[in-house]
């Protein structure tokens, strides 16, 4: 008795009492919870784990870009969470994931399709859609899951920028993006997101490659443009990397900028709109990237911003209440702003 009225006295009881009840909860919320995990562990061919190593989640159905969502520790693990939880509430929601392991001088390594759906039908569907040619697994409620990966070595090639003349194009920031096997339809899909190179002063930087992957190389800071995209609208060259090729070398050309301006008003009271956005399509390759650059003022008006006119597809204006509109990039002259009627959605 005396011992339990120190207890009382010094509050510890309370402390012991709150942290059993906190115990309780943790098992409770974790028994309703209905999550998955899946470890991924990252090591090389000699069996040492690999550290750092990125791991990247693309979202094959619904689609989406995709998704940084950690490292591995120094045990070359790290642990991913499927969240019972729908895909607009979390990126790690129901659909259809696939994760990468990426690695500086390594070969990106894909993971077996997984499909996680609390949908019995749909599961099934899904797997009968996907076929046995691929592999893939149904995530069931509390699975623990493991995807071992072992890395390869990238093989480095190198790329040259020289401008017409043959003189190397130094300092100047590329953009590569490489596309990516879509093991649902068993195609090559979209370019992924562009890694940053710089040349040296030879015009060169070194990459790794991995042959039979389709490649599409800019230019970041847009004043230089594909020679061969010269009279396109095409941002950039796709080129393949090739066991018997060393070295590479494209041949870039100043682009020419202008100044984009833009007037945005209702169509029927032809007011201006306010805190209108002002978007450019970019094609690279097949794919076409969309970026907001500008708003509109109280006046209708955008802010004067420097326009690539070879680098643009197409330009739009998209405001909340009202219907995007697009006009072809060609159809733009710097002599005048653009004028956009907008029309209200009913």
Known sequence: MIKKAEMLKSGSIYKYNFGLLFLFLTLILSAFSGAATLTISVSLPDG???????????????????IKIGK??????????????????????????????????????KS?????????????????????????????????????????????????????????????????????FDDLSGEWMNFTSPVIYETDDNGEFAVNSE????????AEDDEYISESNRYTTIQGINFLFSPQVELLK???VENHKEKLNV??????????????RICLKTSYGDWVSTTCVAKTNDEGI???VDFYPKKTKMIGVTADEYQEQWIDAERFSSDTPIEFKLKKIK
């Not at 592999?135 to 509390?142: I, P, Q, T, Y």
């Open 72 to 109: 591995t520790n120094s045990q070359g693990r790290t642990k991913v969470r499927f969240d019972d939880n729908d895909s607009a509430k979390s990126n790690r929601g129901y659909g259809i994931l696939q994760f990468a392991v990426i690695k500086e001088d390594y070969r990106w390594e």
């Open 302 to 304: 955008s802010t004067p």
């Open 250 to 252: 494209f041949v870039f």
């Open 263 to 276: 007037f945005v008003r209702e169509d029927d009271t032809k007011k201006p709109i306010r805190d209108a």
């Open 211 to 218: 042959y039979g992957r389709n490649y599409n190389l800019s």
């Open 48 to 66: 040492k784990p690999v550290q750092n190593a990125e791991v990247i989640l693309e979202r094959i159905y619904p689609p989406e870009s995709e």
């Open 112 to 180: 077996p399709i997984y499909i996680w759906e609390k949908d019995k039908s749909w599961q099934d569907k899904m797997s009968k859609e996907i076929g046995r040619e691929r592999e893939h697994l149904v995530v069931e409620m509390k699975d623990e899951i493991q995807w071992d990966v072992k890395l390869s070595r990238a093989v480095k090639k190198i790329i040259t920028i020289a401008d017409e003349t043959g003189n190397p194009i130094k300092k100047c920031k590329m953009q590569l993006r490489k596309d990516f």
